[in-house]
């Protein structure tokens, strides 16, 4: 397993923006179910399809007070396993989360969740990440710690939200990625690093009863970086990632 996936979804997004859309249950409870298509499914900055596109799923409880909990899934694909001459075993990722998005004033939030990750067919790679979010006056920071059964990530990220002209939606985010181990080498294994930074600027549209964005995303690792990482020196470069979702 190259490294811990995370929920690729903004949960504080959902809760606070996606209710109106949501199936009420009663006045206390909320059942929002988004599935999703993405041309690749990227988790910080490095793809989890070998580059090709996805089908997720998620679906989210939500109460009134701010908690929900939910699971979350898509496809994967890892390509060659060298080390033990096969194909990886799974090719689906689900996670099962739960936490509490806490609306402090009209500008200021505050998200928090732990999100449960597997990978049927190869549970050796299941762990978990605590994710923290602040959200003020359209600028978001956070961090997110990750656990598995050999290895431990912390990833540090901040962006921006806001509104342009003609209903377009703009994101940009900058993430730091420290898997606590040297992991990243150079082409002759001479030099090693343990962390790395991606970006992403989205733009988003909602556009016949459907929310559709395109993303530019990069990571300052090398060719060579990439492939003593993930096996492949192609899915940690730049790409456009074109992607479009229905919240019912």
């Known amino acids: 397993m190259r490294t811990p996936q995370r929920l690729a979804l903004a949960i504080a997004a959902l809760t606070c923006s996606l209710q109106a859309s949501a199936i009420e249950l009663n006045d206390q409870f909320s059942l929002i179910i988004t599935p999703a298509l993405t041309s690749d499914f990227r988790t910080n900055g490095i793809s989890q399809t070998l580059g090709d596109p996805a089908a997720q799923l998620n679906v989210m409880l939500s109460h009134v007070s701010g908690a929900y909990l939910g699971a979350w899934t898509s496809n994967v694909e890892y390509g060659y396993d060298w080390e033990n001459d096969d194909d990886y075993g799974t090719r689906q990722e689900v996670d099962y989360y739960a936490g509490y998005y806490w609306q402090i004033t009209d500008d200021v939030s505050l998200d928090g969740y732990y999100n449960k990750f597997t990978y049927p067919g190869e549970s050796q790679f299941n762990g978990a990440d605590i994710y923290l979010t602040l959200n003020a006056y359209s600028f978001f920071i956070g961090g997110k710690h990750s656990a598995g059964s050999d290895e431990t990530q912390f990833t540090s990220y901040v962006g921006y939200r806001t509104e342009l002209p003609l209903e377009f939606g703009l994101e940009l985010r900058y993430e730091n990625v420290d898997q606590k ?68």
């Not at 343990?194 to 964005?213: M, P």
């Not at 492939?227 to 979702?245: E, K, P």
């Open 181 to 248: 181990d040297d992991v990243f080498f150079n082409a002759d294994y001479t030099k090693a690093s343990q962390d790395y930074n991606d970006w992403e600027v989205k733009l988003t549209r909602e556009l016949f009863g459907a929310s559709w964005s395109l993303s530019y995303v990069d990571t300052d690792l090398s060719d060579a970086e990439c492939a003593s990482f993930s096996g492949y020196d192609d899915l940690c470069s730049a790409g456009a990632i074109a992607s479009v979702s229905k919240t019912f």
